[in-house]
């Protein structure tokens, strides 16, 4: 059935293996459009977990220039001020390269690590740059960094079974 | 397993500069960001054409799955109506007994009213409603509070009108689409709504917190004394919102200052109404003419 049972058998076409990151990230970020009046801002934000799983899973499948494309479409739809995600998101990738450079041993437990501190930094700064300094939202947010951190496994699960779909590049 | 190192994929040129073109833009792309931040920093409505652009293609989707989860809900509801319907019976024919002198009361009380409001010739300003709708989804992500209503600029909706629910005041329209529209919700951290006190009618402002919760700020010359369950309706001052409308209930004791519960919730399942604003804009103030250098006076030498 997968491509990783038949390693012979026909492969995606090009395109199509270069579209799938974008199009799970995307995804993700469609995720916020589930009708649902949020009193809090609970809900972990799903593209940057997909977008940092592809990241630290396959990361040649995105270019470096994508989160920034990826992070303008999630801004469109997540209320945040335009631009955030756009900065944020590009400014994850090149966090991730820094990690890249400097660690020696590398495991799911040290991606998950990184990805850890991605998120905090997003979300924090995120927090920073839409919210006046007065606004009572921190519990709120930790509970958030909280969840996003701990559904990271989740996404990079969802991210490895479509990676196993578009392996033979 | 152990990071490779090197950074070049490979032996070839061509390979090697797409690399460092990828990185160019991506700096590019963070440069973009950071210009689209500081202009939306400093004009917030900037841009609302791209976003509701994104909101009139989801604004669909998600009233069908909203349709769907109403749908899904009201089948234990219905079950459950089925099954209490005698108890409910009964009780609401013993609240109909308790209730029906203090009905004739308020009727008379109406009446009254209605006959010395016609005897001091007030104008009651009733705002019309635009349009009845439902906010279809939210920014569950961002720690801001906005709603998607799925009724706009066709339907009549224009920035700046009140939205109401149910159960008291939702937020105002702050964006527009063709088809949908951007709800600012009274609990986002910026927003500020004039309110009174039901009672005294002790004027304060219901800022948003965050949090889910709004916080009631006096702005009376005295010191205020906000007690828990004391109610805050909104006031009518600046015209944008109609007086009477419930905001909050105060939580918890405070001088000047405490936490209030909204009454209503942003929810997908009930419909909200869109009205005109309370009283109509002010009309544009005429631009003065002002000489654009001050004349200097002759001879003002001494």
Redesign the interface.
């Known amino acids: 059935m997968t491509s990783a049972l038949q390693p012979f058998g026909p492969t995606l076409p090009r395109s199509r293996a270069r579209a799938l990151p974008w199009a799970t990230v995307m995804a993700g970020s ?1 995720v ?15 593209g940057l977990l997909m977008l940092l799983a592809w990241r630290l899973l396959a990361p040649l499948a995105l ?3 994508a ?3 990826l ?3 999630d ?14 998101w ?2 994850c ?2 966090l991730v390269d820094l990690f ?2 400097r ?5 799911f437990a040290q991606d998950w690590l990184i990805a850890a501190v991605a998120i905090t930094f997003c979300l924090v700064a ?2 920073l ?4 300094l ?4 921190e ?3 930790i509970a ?1 960094i909280a969840v996003s951190i701990l559904l990271f496994p989740l996404a990079s699960r969802a991210v490895a079974w479509v990676d196993r779909r578009r392996i033979a590049e | 397993m152990a990071a490779s190192r090197d950074r070049r994929p490979g032996f070839s040129r061509r390979a090697q500069y797409s690399l460092f073109l990828s990185y160019i833009l991506a700096v590019a792309g963070a440069t973009v960001g950071l210009v689209l931040l500081v202009l939306s920093q400093f004009n917030p409505p900037a841009f609302a054409a791209l976003r509701s652009a994104a909101t009139e293609v989801t604004a669909p989707v998600s009233s069908g799955a909203s349709a769907v989860i109403r749908a899904v809900a009201s089948v234990p509801q219905t079950i459950s109506t089925y099954f209490r319907v005698h108890d409910e019976n009964a009780a609401l024919r013993a609240e109909v007994a308790r209730t029906h002198d203090t009905l004739v009361q308020a009727r008379i009380i109406v009446r009254d009213n209605r006959r010395l409001r016609g005897l001091l010739k007030l104008r009651d300003v009733t705002p019309k409603v635009v349009t009845a709708a439902r906010i279809v989804s939210s920014s569950a992500t961002s720690t801001r509070r906005f709603g998607v209503l799925n009724a706009g600029r066709w339907q009549g909706v224009r920035p700046g009108m009140p939205v109401r629910g149910p159960d008291g005041l939702i937020g105002r329209v702050v964006e527009t689409g063709p088809n949908t529209a951007r709800v600012l919700l009274a609990s986002d951290p910026e927003s500020v709504i004039p309110v009174r006190r039901i009672g005294d009618g002790m004027p304060a402002l219901a800022a948003g917190r965050g949090d889910g919760l709004i916080d009631i700020r006096s702005v009376g010359t005295t010191n205020a004394h906000l007690e828990p369950g004391d109610r805050f309706v909104t006031s009518g001052v600046g015209g944008l919102y109609a007086p009477g409308v419930l905001v909050g209930r105060v939580l918890k004791r405070g001088a000047d200052n405490a936490p209030a519960v909204p009454f209503a919730h942003p929810d997908t399942l009930d419909f909200v109404l869109v009205s005109e604003p309370f009283l109509p804009p002010p009309p544009a103030a005429e631009p003065q003419e002002v000489p654009a250098t001050p004349t200097p006076q002759q001879g003002s030498q001494p």
Do not use: E, K, N
């Not at chain 1, 739809?77 to 900065?87: D, E, F, K, N």
């Not at chain 1, 660690?103 to 495991?107: D, E, G, K, W, Y």
């Open positions: 469609l916020s459009i589930i009708p649902v009046g949020a009193t809090l801002p609970l809900m972990p934000p799903f270019r470096r220039w989160p920034a494309v992070g303008l479409f801004d469109c739809l997540s209320g945040q001020p335009l631009g955030s995600a756009t900065l944020l590009t400014l990738f090149f890249d450079q660690t020696i041993f590398r495991a995120g927090r740059l839409a919210t006046p007065g606004a009572h939202v519990t709120v947010l958030q």
